[in-house]
């Protein structure tokens, strides 16, 4: 059986993700999207929201099952019997941090990683920019950007009348 992770913290998760997730669904048995905790971010949602708004996102396919893990991605991939770690590319830029990534865990566990490259309409895509927007209450723009799920949680944090409001 071909087991593909995605790992990421999903901090939303976008469509731009949710492209990567359609990608691997076709081409691997079972997908596991995992949020996964990233000390060195500030959270918009906590790992628990994040995982939730996973399942919602990903209640469409068969082969996919999502979760949240704390620990090391090449931990979570033996556990689960990844065959490979799927990771979606936005630009050049992201490559260098994520091809040293993949060289590391490939050398600590065996585990290849394969890079799916962004659509031309989500590769502007970035959580980081989603958050700024969302904490500064701009997030009726961002649904179109956002599954449902996640457009409905950054309205009721951050849409007008919530105690956030336009906060950053």
């Not at 992770?5 to 596991?32: C, E, T, Y």
């Not at 962004?118 to 179109?144: D, N, Q």
């Amino acid at each position: 059986m071909k087991v593909a992770l995605i790992p990421g913290s999903f901090d939303p998760f976008h469509n731009g993700h949710l492209a990567v997730v359609r990608l691997a669904a076709r081409h691997f048995d079972k997908v596991v999207v995992a949020a996964v905790r990233n000390p060195g971010k500030e959270p918009l949602f906590s790992l628990e929201d994040r995982e939730l708004m996973l399942k919602e996102c990903l209640e469409e396919f068969d082969n996919v099952t999502s979760r949240s893990f704390s620990g090391l991605v090449v931990e979570l991939a033996g556990e689960i019997r990844a065959t490979a770690i799927v990771k979606g590319l936005r630009a050049v830029s992201d490559l260098e941090n994520e091809l040293q990534m993949a060289q590391m865990n490939y050398r600590m566990s065996g585990i290849d990683t394969l890079f799916v490259p962004a659509t031309s309409s989500e590769s502007f895509l970035a959580s980081k920019y989603l958050k700024e927007f969302a904490r500064g209450g701009r997030v009726a723009e961002l649904a179109s950007m956002v599954p449902p799920p996640v457009a409905r949680r950054l309205q009721e944090i951050y849409g007008p009348g919530s105690d956030k409001e336009g906060s950053s």
